[in-house]
């Protein structure tokens, strides 16, 4: 079936430093991929997305890629900041289908 | 104030005993989702609606039912409950469309004994 594989599940980083979280997808149907970041004991929240026919897309100290030849994304946080410790997800959906499939998670931790 | 609720946001049961855990949102949104959350598995769908009365299954829908009545409710049911149901439940909406955000509640805490 579909799946989004997540790496690393842990991530330490000094504050200041680049963070990258990356993750594969199996459908090559899939043309949307959103990024959640989860904060502790909060609930998810969409920090940023892209579709399939773009190949970058920066919102501050944030960015994401895609590749879709090899099937895989990554997000890429600059500058890294106490605050941007939490949980982040990836996740991969297809057009006319409602299911969204999230990787499992990555630990960022951003260490003052 | 636009947001998705749950309802109860803890809760403690024994195998087998019927329970629902409701799903409320105020942004008319056309789409609602259920997903689990556990360690090291990332969040896992279970059921989601793309309308009223439409109903389908995610990847991990075994052991729970759902209803889409009217549109600013989805409520989750487990039947007979059991202890790998034990999770943190999320529920979620958007409008319908791919690209939109999906607003998640606050989440439900639920241990199964």
């Known amino acids: 079936g579909e799946n989004v594989e997540q790496h690393p599940s842990t991530l330490s980083v000094q504050e200041g430093d680049s963070a990258v979280i990356k993750c594969t997808y199996s459908?090559?149907?899939?043309?949307?991929f959103p990024w959640y970041k989860q904060e502790l004991g909060k609930r998810p929240q969409l920090i940023i997305d892209?579709?399939?026919?773009?190949g970058e897309k920066k919102d501050q100290r944030i960015a994401v890629t895609l590749n879709k030849t090899a099937k895989h994304f990554s997000l890429h946080i600059t500058e890294t900041q106490p605050e941007d410790s939490a949980v982040y997800f990836c996740?991969?959906?297809?057009?006319?289908?409602?299911?969204?499939?999230f990787g499992q998670g990555t630990t960022l931790q951003v260490k003052p | 104030e636009a947001q998705v609720t749950q309802n109860p946001r803890y809760l403690i049961t024994v195998t087998g005993k019927k329970l629902t855990v409701t799903c409320s949102q105020n942004?008319?949104?056309?789409?609602m989702s259920w997903y689990r959350q556990d360690p090291g598995l990332g969040l896992r769908q279970i059921y989601y609606s793309m309308n009223v009365e439409v109903t389908d299954k995610g990847d991990v829908p075994e052991g729970y039912k759902v209803s889409r009545k009217e549109k600013r409710n989805f409520p989750l049911i487990l039947e007979s409950p059991s202890p790998n149901q034990t999770s943190l439940y999320f529920c979620a909406s958007k409008d319908v469309g791919q690209y939109y955000e999906q607003y998640f509640g606050p989440g439900t805490r639920l241990t199964v004994t």
């Open positions: 942004m008319n949104h056309e789409y």
């Open positions: 459908d090559s149907a899939s043309n949307y």
């Open positions: 996740a991969a959906s297809k057009s006319n289908t409602g299911k969204l499939i």
């Open positions: 892209i579709r399939s026919n773009v």
